[in-house]
């Protein structure tokens, strides 16, 4: 099938670090996303990771990814306020239909 | 200057009427998109284009019609609306593996 699961809700405290998880099904897919989308606003792409890296590192934000399990993560340092909005995580089969298949989001409430 | 520009934002309708909403990207991007979102916030495609060319076609009701004019613009007009077509309508673009840019969203209501 094509679902690319997420856990639905994160509760995390201001100044924590913050974990969300996803699993693809795709195997083949040569880059992986995360987009944040704020309330009433459209997606925003946040990082990505190509396949043949298992971390990536971009300021607060960490990738990993476990090609065998399947598993992307996204690790938000420090978090604020302002990063409460949704996750997506999207994979990008290489069938070369430019489809994006997107993850069913995790809705990130961060508490002052 | 907005990369991808969708409008109406806000879009209220009755049943049966038919209406469109149009989508420019000025990134220079050769493929763009429209996607759906549904009440749980669950993303799903609809068409796809690549140079004023349809290619994906996703399992949507054929009163939906893409319109691609030139690969800078990509409007999507829905004849016949119905109660089930409420959503938040998302308008995409990208170039190959630069990741989708997408618009602001047009939040269609049908009463």
């Known amino acids: 099938g094509e679902d690319v699961e997420q856990s639905l809700f994160l509760s995390v405290r201001e100044g924590d670090s913050s974990v969300i998880n996803c699993t693809y099904t795709?195997?083949?897919?040569?880059?992986l996303y995360w987009y944040k989308q704020e309330p009433g606003a459209g997606l925003q792409l946040l990082t990505y990771?190509?396949?043949?890296?298992d971390m990536k590192q971009d300021q607060r934000l960490t990738v990993l990814l476990n090609k065998k399990d399947k598993h992307l993560s996204l690790r938000i340092a420090d978090t604020q306020t302002g990063d409460s909005a949704i996750y997506f995580c999207a994979e990008s089969p290489t069938s070369g239909t430019y489809k994006y298949i997107f993850g069913t989001g995790t809705r990130l409430k961060v508490l002052a | 200057d907005t990369a991808v520009s969708q409008t109406p934002k806000y879009l209220v309708t009755q049943m049966g009427n038919d209406k469109s909403i149009k989508c420019e990207q000025n990134l220079g991007h050769d493929t763009m998109y429209w996607y759906k979102q549904d009440s749980k916030k669950f993303l799903k495609i609809m068409f796809s284009?690549?140079?004023?060319?349809?290619?994906i076609n996703e399992t949507v009701p054929n009163r939906f019609s893409p319109k691609s004019p030139d690969k800078a613009h990509l409007n999507l007009h829905i004849n016949s609306l119905e109660l089930g077509d409420s959503a938040v309508y998302f308008c995409?673009?990208?170039?190959?593996?630069?990741?989708?840019?997408f618009g602001s969203g047009t939040r269609l209501t049908v009463v």
């Open positions: 284009y690549n140079n004023k060319e349809l290619i």
């Open positions: 995409a673009s990208s170039q190959t593996g630069s990741g989708y840019t």
């Open positions: 990771i190509f396949s043949n890296m």
């Open positions: 795709d195997s083949s897919s040569t880059y």
